[in-house]
């Protein structure tokens, strides 16, 4: 997968020094993956979830939440946002 943009990974990351680890092992996946639909994504992600058009991915202990879009006959990640549990909750991100 050619995950994009990884400065959004390395930004939420410095605002939030412990997501460091945690993004990087899920970039180092995402990007040798070759996902071809959530089935595969679950492989490799069992909490990944279906919202609407994006993914969204549980990290650093169900802490923080992961928004992508996955485009998988083209095999692109499109990062739209590196939340808290209770950001996401707010759900602003959907607008």
Do not use: C
């Amino acid at each position: 997968m050619h995950v994009i943009s990884r400065r959004k990974l390395r930004e939420a990351a410095d605002q939030n020094s412990e997501l460091s680890a945690a993004l990087e092992i899920w970039y180092r996946i995402a990007k040798k993956a070759e996902w071809q639909s959530i089935v595969d994504v679950r492989n490799q992600f069992p909490s990944a979830d279906a919202v609407g058009k994006h993914t969204v991915f549980n990290i650093k202990g169900n802490h923080y939440r992961l928004i992508v879009e996955i485009y998988y006959r083209s095999q692109v990640v499109l990062v739209r946002h590196v939340l808290t549990h209770a950001e996401y909750d707010r759900g602003d991100w959907k607008k």
